[in-house]
Structure formats: C-alpha cells, structure tokens
C-alpha cells in the first residue's frame, strides 16, 4: 500500500526506483527507499546552513588575513589559518551530516548525531582564544 502524502499524492511512485538510480551519489540514492520529500529538503536545508558557515569562516580568515589588526603577525597568521581550517571542517561535516542523514532516511535507521558540530564550536572559540590573547599581549608590551 503507497503511503500519501499531506495533500494527497502517493510517495511510492512507481517512477522514484528508475529516478532514484540515476542520481548522485549512487551510494546515498541507490539504498533503501525514497523518503518522503518535506524530510530530504529539510536535509538539504541544514547541508546549505552549513555551507553558508563554512563560506562565512572562509571568508573571515581571508579578511583576517589581508586586514592589519595590530596583533602581531604570528597571531594572525594563526587566527586567519585556525578560521580557514575550521571553515574547511564545517564544508566536510555538511557534506558527510547530509548523506548520513539522507541514507538513515532511506533504510529506516534512526537519524544519526551532530558530533561534528563540536569540532566547528571548538574552532571558533580556539580563534576567540587567540585573538583575545593577541590583544592582552599587546596592550600588556
């Protein structure tokens, strides 16, 4: 029996086993069955959240390092690469959250953690850490 969506409309259309086969990755897409459509746009709504953090750290290392803030060059090459490499992290954690999502979706299995998320936490408040220290040092000499 093919469940119905809100609004009617079956989610088991008999065309989602031939789309599905085709799409991207084979490995997310190629498993389990179709989920309904409101809980994979939800997916990819995080996926993009976390591509616009990881754009806004980029961005923010790059300024970091093209601006003088009078920190010293050491703390801010740290600051801009410490930004960078938190950046970098949270582009390949929504990446992975999303096809780990999506897969869970597929075959049934419960959703899994945002464990991820913590390295990204971390990252800004090591480049918090740095720039305050920067600061105390330099009104300190």
Known sequence: MARTLPG??????PY???VT????????????REPDPRFSLANERTFL???RTSLALLAVAVAVDALSLGIGPRAQALLAAVLALTGL????????GWARTETAM??????PGNAA???VVAGVALAGLVLVGASLLRGLS
């Not at 086969?21 to 389990?32: H, I, L, M, Q």
């Not at 992290?89 to 992975?96: C, D, L, P, S, Y």
């Not at 597929?106 to 959703?111: A, C, I, N, V």
């Open 8 to 13: 009617g409309g079956a989610a088991d259309r």
């Open 89 to 96: 992290a949270a582009a390949g954690h929504a990446w992975r």
């Open 117 to 119: 998320g913590v390295v």
């Open 106 to 111: 597929r075959e049934d299995r419960p959703l």
């Open 21 to 32: 086969s085709k799409r991207w990755p084979t490995a997310v897409y190629g498993t389990g």
């Open 49 to 51: 959240a976390w591509i």
């Open 16 to 18: 989602h086993r031939r």
